[in-house]
């Protein structure tokens, strides 16, 4: 039972068995959500603690269930490091200063601006998690457990949000 949930959290319910780039499937499909989940009654913005509390709790757990039932920690189908490292910049958004988006940019429920951060932060996520630039490519080759896998999409989902704090700064 524990194996099976632990097995499911980690591919993200079967993604991570995409025959073809299971991480940018993953990322695509977290992007989608919080696309979604923007649209609907739920609001991010109310629950944006829960959902950064919630995020920790699967990525400790994600962290434990890697090292207990992989060998090869950073199999391919281990996608919940891309689901967790592609929410840091979706929910850095929810966080963004009163002032960082003008008000006449607030006319719909889905905000322009909101719409280009999620694509945005979707082509610049995938581009750190694979190229791998310094750190993430000293943590990948040197920290080869739960915590390795982990970790480097975090620092991607860091690196993605920096840069989308300065571009969006400098944009409005």
Same mark, same amino acid.
């Given at each position: 039972?524990?194996?099976?949930?632990?097995?499911?959290?980690?591919?993200?319910?079967?993604?991570?068995?995409?025959?073809?780039?299971?991480?940018?499937?993953?990322? +695509?499909?977290?992007?989608?959500?919080?696309?979604?989940?923007?649209? @609907?009654?739920?609001? +991010?913005?109310?629950?944006?603690?829960?959902?950064?509390?919630?995020?920790?709790?699967?990525?400790?757990? @994600?962290?434990?269930?890697?090292?207990?039932?992989?060998?090869?920690?950073?199999?391919?189908?281990?996608?919940?490091?891309?689901?967790?490292?592609?929410?840091?910049?979706?929910?850095?958004?929810?966080?963004?200063?009163?002032?960082?988006?003008?008000?006449?940019?607030?006319?719909?429920?889905?905000?322009?601006?909101?719409?280009?951060?999620?694509?945005? @932060?979707?082509?610049?996520?995938?581009?750190?998690?694979?190229?791998?630039?310094?750190?993430?490519?000293?943590?990948?080759?040197?920290?080869?457990?739960?915590?390795?896998?982990?970790?480097?999409?975090? #620092?991607?989902?860091?690196?993605?949000?920096?840069?989308?704090?300065? #571009?969006?700064?400098?944009?409005?």
């Amino acid at each position: 039972m524990i194996k099976t949930l632990g097995k499911s959290i980690l591919t993200l319910f079967g993604i991570g068995y995409s025959k073809y780039a299971p991480g940018t499937v993953a990322s +695509l499909i977290t992007c989608l959500t919080y696309f979604i989940l923007g649209m @609907s009654d739920f609001s +991010l913005h109310e629950n944006k603690i829960f959902i950064s509390f919630f995020l920790i709790i699967i990525f400790i757990y @994600s962290t434990i269930i890697i090292d207990k039932f992989y060998k090869k920690n950073d199999a391919r189908e281990i996608v919940i490091d891309e689901f967790i490292g592609q929410s840091i910049p979706l929910i850095a958004f929810l966080f963004r200063p009163e002032n960082f988006i003008p008000n006449c940019c607030y006319q719909s429920v889905i905000e322009i601006p909101s719409v280009i951060w999620i694509l945005l @932060s979707f082509i610049l996520f995938r581009f750190f998690d694979i190229v791998k630039p310094y750190p993430i490519n000293l943590i990948d080759k040197k920290i080869k457990n739960g915590f390795g896998v982990m970790f480097d999409d975090v #620092v991607a989902g860091i690196f993605t949000t920096l840069i989308l704090f300065i #571009v969006f700064s400098l944009w409005y």
